[in-house]
């Protein structure tokens, strides 16, 4: 058997279901009639994911765009109005500014929601079928479509289209095949390990908790649902082989007193599950190295850190401008679509490299592997403290909301000019000997400074080291 197509999309996932949506409305002086679009997945079974369930203000206002706002309702969703950071029993609030909201789920839920849009949207067929090789022509190497096998089938069957678009996620069984020469290695540096509380009261309701915990990574907590919350740990690669005791020694005496009990019922009902934390920079598609016929799209071609929570929202956004830029094109000419791809490459950076850098910038911050990095994180959170723009700029990037690299690197250097200056006139904690329970707040003295100014040196260079990498993943053209 075998089946024709306009568009063929393998993987129902966010970035698949949303997409197959918006193609279903494309209207343009060069087709006569909706596409023909088929939605492959493997398993149209609920999924269950540990990561997935925080959707930016800016992924809210991308759903709007496709007309998908609908599916953030009747799964229980929570409105999320900003952040809370905990570290060593203080709070800062972070509030996502001029009323935005986000919104946190059961990833399966949502998922769910979207494909049932899918289903709905005129042309599309949303076929349950383990995608199993890329047809490609013998001769020039285009791919043509895929062979995939139904449940219960034992024969492959041909899916044909003029367009191939894989959406897999981020253990992509294609992408090697469709980037080629072109491919860049991910990266894994660290495991999120994940539980849900029930019937838990965060520090500040209705907003995602960051837990600074002093010599690991940090804590994410949020509500997904009216008695859920979840819990993500970050751990360092390779995770510790008793993940629940490295959590109950380690990790839960930092956070508030009022999770304790929440944690110990989590750990103790149920498993912990683990999810790699990737990097994978996009490379430009439609060169001569990658596959003719075949674009990836979402985590199978672009991943970041799920700790800001972006994943979603930049597969959305991805979604809105390669939806409106394939109105405009014939999917058969490759000519046309390697400027069509190429234009998407850059219109999407602005907020893609802001999510992508910010990612993986609060990470090392937050995770403070180093004295140096110590320093920075102290800075972070002085930093926050100062509230006003201190908070409203480094939440709009985080949000989405202020899609501008150039606007992180300010916020970012301004941390580390600010972590220094803290460095030299802050008090900071030395040992009573009267009381060790109780440290005492010494700031500086002047025959410190040489040295604190040789350590301030260290520490701006480590914000050079931790930002200039991950930026020049960004912008480099090749």
């Not at 058997?1 to 993987?11: A, K, R, T």
């Not at 809210?60 to 570290?87: F, M, N, R, T, W």
Request: hydrophobic share 45%; proline share 6%; with cysteine.
């Amino acid at each position: 058997m075998s089946g024709q197509y306009d568009v063929l999309i393998v993987g129902a996932g966010i970035a698949g279901s949303a997409l197959a949506h918006a193609l279903s409305t494309i209207t343009s002086q060069l087709r006569a009639s909706p596409l023909r679009i088929a939605l492959l997945e493997r398993s149209l079974a609920e999924p269950d994911r540990i990561v997935g369930e925080l959707l930016q203000p800016a992924g809210v206002a991308a759903l709007q765009k496709l007309g998908l706002e609908s599916c953030l309702e009747g799964i229980d969703a929570i409105p999320e109005h900003g952040y809370c950071v905990v570290q060593s029993g203080q709070l800062v609030h972070i509030p996502y500014p001029d009323g935005r909201q986000g919104r946190s789920f059961h990833h399966g839920r949502f998922i769910m929601a979207l494909r049932e849009q899918a289903k709905r949207a005129p042309g599309v067929d949303v076929v349950e079928a383990t995608v199993n090789e890329l047809i490609e022509c013998q001769h020039t190497k285009r791919v043509l479509g895929v062979r995939a096998t139904r449940p219960n089938a034992t024969e492959r069957e041909s899916f044909l289209a003029d367009l191939v678009i894989i959406a897999d996620g981020c253990f992509s069984n294609f992408r090697n095949a469709v980037l080629g020469k072109a491919l860049r290695e991910s990266s894994t540096r660290s495991h999120f390990c994940g539980v849900i509380l029930k019937d838990t009261q965060l520090p500040m309701p209705q907003h995602g908790t960051v837990g600074l915990v002093q010599g690991h990574g940090p804590v994410l907590l949020y509500q997904i649902s009216e008695h859920d919350t979840r819990m993500l740990v970050a751990v360092k690669h390779p995770a510790p082989h008793d993940l629940k005791g490295h959590i109950l020694r380690d990790v839960v005496p930092q956070l508030p007193a009022s999770l304790h009990v929440a944690i110990h019922e989590a750990l103790d009902r149920d498993r912990i599950r683990r999810m790699p934390n990737s990097f994978l920079p996009a490379v430009e598609q439609g060169s001569k190295y990658t596959k003719q016929g075949a674009i990836l799209l979402g985590d199978a071609w672009n991943m970041r850190h799920p700790l800001t929570g972006g994943g979603m929202t930049v597969a959305l956004h991805d979604v809105v401008i390669l939806s409106k830029l394939l109105a405009k094109v014939d999917f058969r000419n490759w000519d046309q679509m390697s400027k069509l791809l190429s234009s998407w490459h850059w219109s999407r950076k602005p907020l893609a490299s802001t999510i992508n850098i910010l990612s993986f910038a609060l990470y090392d911050l937050f995770g403070a592997d180093g004295e140096h990095l110590a320093v920075l994180q102290k800075g972070c959170f002085k930093y926050f403290e100062c509230g006003g723009e201190c908070v409203r700029g480094p939440v709009s990037l985080l949000a989405g909301i202020s899609p501008s690299p150039s606007l992180l690197a300010y916020h970012f250097f301004a941390v580390a000019f600010y972590s220094i200056w803290v460095m030299f006139f802050h008090p900071r904690p030395v040992v009573n000997e009267s009381n060790s329970d109780k440290p005492l707040m010494v700031s500086p003295q002047l025959w410190e400074y040489p040295s604190l100014a040789v350590r301030g040196i260290k520490v701006l260079w480590t914000a050079c080291i931790v930002f200039g990498p991950l930026l020049w993943s960004e912008i480099r053209w090749w």
